[in-house]
């Protein structure tokens, strides 16, 4: 089983940053997909980056430029700097992780942005 823990979530203004950390229970990072998702009220699920297990990582043509994921495999984390926040970036976001079929979802942690 595998536990997924995300922090670095709050309200910041715009242009403002954040970093968001996610820490698994296990080492499942060095050779695991792992993706941040977001969800804003009355709206889907969406993937916001993504570090696959080969190739280059993968945004949302909307936070191309402004945010960063990365991973510290000796540590079991995955984080997503934030810069240059806008209002439409509110949301509560999720780290994920695909292990052997089974999907691995964090509790989520609120991102606000606004004035």
């Known amino acids: 089983q595998v536990q997924l823990v995300e922090s670095g979530g709050g309200w910041v203004q715009p242009g403002g940053s954040l970093r968001l950390s996610c820490a698994a229970s296990?080492?499942?990072?060095?050779?695991?997909?792992m993706a941040w998702y977001r969800q804003a009220p009355g709206k889907q699920r969406e993937l916001v980056a993504e570090s696959p297990r080969t190739g280059s990582n993968q945004y949302v043509d909307s936070v191309k430029g402004r945010f960063t994921i990365s991973r510290d495999i000796h540590k079991n984390s995955v984080y997503l700097q934030m810069n240059s926040l806008k209002p439409e970036d509110t949301a509560v976001y999720y780290c994920?992780?695909?292990?052997?079929?089974?999907?691995?979802w964090g509790q989520g942690t609120q991102v606000t942005v606004s004035s």
């Open positions: 994920n992780v695909v292990l052997s079929g089974d999907s691995y």
């Open positions: 296990t080492s499942i990072f060095r050779f695991n997909t």
